[in-house]
Each structure stands twice: as C-alpha cells, then as structure tokens.
C-alpha cells in the first residue's frame, strides 16, 4: 500500500474544500435572492423531498419478508412512530432520528 506524498495531500485536501465551496456557494450565484428561480427549480422544490421519501421507504423495506422471522413488525411499528410523530411535531430530522432509534432499540431489545 502507498501513501501520499505531502503535496498530494494538500492538494486532495485543497480539492475536497473547492468542491464543498463550490456546491454551497453555487446555488445562491445562479439562483441570488431577488431574483425568482425556474418553474423547473420550483417543482424540484415542491415535490423532490416527497419523492427521496418515497424512495427512502422503498430501500429500507427491500430486504424485509414479511413471511418470515418477525414478519417485518419492527418496521411496521417505526413506520407508524415515524408518520405520527412526523404528523405532530412536523419535523423531518427529528422524524428521521427517532425512527432510527426506536427500530435500534426493537431490534437490540425486543426482537
């Protein structure tokens, strides 16, 4: 196995923070504030954050069988916990987190 010389790693380190300050920064040039984005832009905004929902459910329940083992109860209950606790404090991190605990703990202490 190599290593990086010095100056391969400044220059991978130099690469890595050019390519963050450009992602961040990119949007807020081509899109500034007082000027109104894209329809296209718009719709992505809309309706992209429900459609990497919908594909986030479909990739955590790909493996599950519901025939099997514990027949895909403890991704049912943090479904349910995720949606409701979702539809009271409307608050996707929070939903996200504590889904991902709750399955944790089913999992390590339940089933």
Known sequence: ???LTITEQIITVAMVVLG???????????????KTPPRYVQYLGRFLPAAVF??????????????????GLPELICIAFVV??????RQMLLSIAGGTVLYMLLLQLVF
């Open 20 to 34: 963050t300050m450009i992602t961040r920064f990119l949007p807020f040039l081509i899109f500034p504030t007082d």
């Open 1 to 3: 196995m190599t290593s």
């Open 54 to 71: 919908g594909l986030l459910v479909v990739y955590c329940l790909r493996n599950v069988n519901f025939l099997a083992g514990s027949h």
């Open 84 to 89: 409701l606790l979702h539809l009271w404090k």
